[in-house]
């Protein structure tokens, strides 16, 4: 695996090798947006790594937000993986359904939670599957509560407060992850009464261009020439966005990958943003 790809990702010959590891525990982050009319419960049940467990980013959510899988309090997160079995020191590897969109989401909480041994399995359960190798559709096997220690960094998460102060003073450089033509203005928002567009000074940056046809994420050096040609400064402050808060945390580790691990995303995103007339938005 090229340069340091490794701290972020893993594939699946490794995790193959390393399934039946004491210190790894294998999650699936799978989620889809509401219009896929897709389960991923359901999915989880009908076939999943050995040995995975569902990790639910509608649920390990707080509770008390409108907006969807809202970062939930330290507390309630660390008694959640707790009970999974996920203690300090373990490796987390996560996948999804889908090569790593929601799994991303899960990586960047485990990172904001202060647990930094946690990493996506490249291509996820499609290359899994396409590749042969096993799956399951029994219950994982019960595991043993472990002590895990929150230490919830802060820099690595923005609210709609710091990104309104970041467009005004221009003290960030702001990626949205979403369809070029939403960011345009000119296709409709999958969640209804979002206004269309985008935030004054934002860079565009469609997460599926970080893939390969495979949805293995592409190697560091393609990674930072698509954000130089995207006129993405590297060096300086990132905060990425997109509908919910998922496709924004594929390029956070699209950039980690790249070598700048330290890119906040904005938690709201558009589902926030697009839906409060104090924030504003440009078409185009």
């Known amino acids: 695996m090229a340069e340091s790809s490794g701290r972020w990702?893993?594939?699946?010959?490794?995790?193959?090798?390393?399934?039946?590891?004491?210190?790894?525990?294998?999650?699936?982050?799978?989620?889809?947006?509401?219009?896929?009319?897709?389960?991923?419960?359901?999915?989880?049940?009908?076939?999943?790594?050995?040995?995975?467990?569902?990790?639910?980013?509608?649920?390990?959510?707080?509770?008390?937000?409108?907006?969807?899988?809202?970062?939930?309090?330290?507390?309630?997160?660390?008694?959640?993986?707790?009970?999974?079995?996920?203690?300090?020191?373990?490796?987390?590897?996560?996948?999804?359904?889908?090569?790593?969109?929601?799994?991303?989401?899960?990586?960047?909480?485990?990172?904001v939670m202060g647990h930094h041994d946690v990493v996506v399995l490249d291509g996820g359960m499609a290359k899994w599957r396409a590749e042969g190798r096993p799956v399951d559709d029994l219950p994982p096997r019960p595991r043993t509560p472990r002590h895990f220690t929150p230490r919830f960094n802060a820099s690595l998460v923005q609210d709609a407060d710091d990104v309104l102060r970041a467009v005004e003073r221009e003290t960030a450089q702001i990626i949205d992850a979403r369809a070029a033509a939403r960011f345009r203005g000119e296709a409709p928002e999958p969640r209804a009464g979002l206004?269309?567009?985008?935030?004054?000074?934002?860079?565009?940056?469609?997460?599926?261009?970080?893939?390969?046809?495979?949805?293995?994420?592409?190697?560091?050096?393609?990674?930072?020439?698509?954000?130089?040609?995207?006129?993405?400064?590297?060096?300086?402050?990132?905060?990425?966005?997109?509908?919910?808060?998922?496709?924004?945390?594929?390029?956070?580790?699209?950039?980690?990958?790249a070598g700048q691990p330290n890119a906040a995303v904005y938690d709201g995103s558009w589902t926030e943003w697009g839906g409060d007339e104090r924030f504003p938005v440009i078409t185009g």
């Not at 947006?33 to 999915?43: H, M, Q, W, Y």
């Not at 999804?96 to 969109?101: K, R």
């Open 9 to 111: 990702i893993v594939d699946t010959a490794w995790l193959a090798e390393h399934l039946d590891a004491p210190d790894v525990v294998v999650l699936d982050g799978s989620w889809h947006l509401p219009t896929a009319e897709r389960d991923p419960k359901a999915d989880y049940a009908a076939a999943h790594l050995p040995d995975a467990q569902f990790f639910d980013i509608d649920d390990i959510a707080d509770e008390a937000s409108p907006l969807p899988h809202m970062l939930p309090s330290t507390i309630k997160f660390a008694s959640r993986v707790k009970k999974m079995g996920i203690g300090d020191g373990m490796r987390v590897v996560v996948y999804d359904a889908e090569g790593s969109n929601a799994a991303a989401r899960v990586w960047w909480m485990f990172r």
């Open 195 to 257: 206004r269309s567009g985008h935030m004054p000074g934002a860079l565009n940056l469609p997460y599926e261009l970080l893939y390969n046809e495979d949805r293995t994420y592409k190697s560091p050096e393609d990674l930072r020439a698509l954000f130089d040609q995207a006129g993405i400064d590297r060096s300086q402050p990132i905060v990425t966005s997109c509908g919910s808060g998922v496709t924004a945390c594929i390029v956070a580790l699209g950039l980690a990958i």
